[in-house]
């Protein structure tokens, strides 16, 4: 299978990878301009972009570059003056290894774009989904899938089981779930539910931000706006280390030796 190939089987299983790639090699560096590898997130390297002393580097900026879902020049330098033009903002590692050779090396995180799932065929239901074709967003239906790949559930059935789909999109680890409700309504459905304080933040409803929507396309815009600022203002869905920020890991990845 190709790297092309490989990329796109990935794209259509959303699994996040980085796509790497050679742009310039000095001698003696094993690797030539135009090698290429994809990087997961467990750590695994599919092609070929250096040596075994570099893999460590690649992987470990990599990885940085995929928490953060930033691009990177990643420069991977022997010890000693090595002459290569100056690039700003580029992510620099020495290795020590005895080979030589200087590498740069193209990390593009490829992240699958956000799912949305929405329940219910209701005019809010269908405008959701309309708009989230709009935004370049992954929309899920009734059925389709595993509801644990969703970054969002949004609930527009105005009635049938509100509570369980809740319930199994909390349990499932769903960071933002929507409830189309009344305020009144909504804290009923939530009565229902043992929720611990936790969970009860993860559920929005009334939902959406309160801009006086009133028709359904408006009340979707409301519902997107208020899952937009989640995803890029509150890291929804966002895959961090426990101990430690994107920032963080990206700056040990271009502060590392070997």
């Known amino acids: 299978m190709t790297i092309t190939e490989r990329v796109a089987q990935l794209r259509r299983a959303r699994t996040p990878f980085v796509h790497a790639t050679v742009v310039r090699a000095q001698q003696p560096a094993s690797a030539h301009a135009g090698d290429e590898a ?4 467990d750590g695994t390297i599919e092609g070929f972009v250096g040596g075994h002393c570099a893999q460590n580097s690649v992987r470990k900026a990599a990885l940085g570059a995929l928490q953060a879902g930033e691009s990177v ?3 991977v330098l ?3 003056d090595v002459h290569y033009p100056e690039a700003p903002g580029a992510c620099v590692v020495v290795n020590p290894c005895l080979s030589g050779g200087a590498l740069e090396i193209f990390l593009a995180p490829q992240l699958p ?3 949305i799932r929405v329940c219910g065929s209701t005019p809010i239901a269908e405008a959701l989904a309309d708009m989230c074709a709009v935004l370049g967003y992954d929309v899920a239906r009734d059925g389709d899938g595993e509801i644990n790949q969703a970054t969002a559930v949004v609930i ?3 009635g ?3 509570a369980e789909t809740i319930a199994a999109a909390l349990d499932a680890g769903v960071g933002y779930v929507g409830l189309v409700a009344s305020k009144i309504r909504g804290q009923a459905i939530l009565d229902e539910l043992d929720l611990t304080e936790q969970q009860r933040r993860r559920v ?3 939902v959406g931000l309160p801009i006086g929507a009133r028709t359904p396309a408006e009340i979707a815009v409301s519902i997107l706006a208020e899952v937009i600022r989640g995803i890029r203002v509150d890291g929804l869905a966002a895959d961090r280390d426990a101990t430690s920020t994107p920032e963080t890991r990206r700056e040990e990845a271009c502060h ?3």
Not at 38 to 41: T, V
């Open 73 to 75: 020049l990643l420069r």
């Open 38 to 41: 994809i990087l997961l997130s």
């Open 256 to 258: 590392s030796h070997g």
């Open 156 to 158: 527009a059935t105005h």
């Open 78 to 80: 022997p010890d000693g």
């Open 204 to 206: 929005h409803t009334p």
């Open 160 to 162: 049938g089981p509100e």
């Open 113 to 115: 774009a956000p799912l």
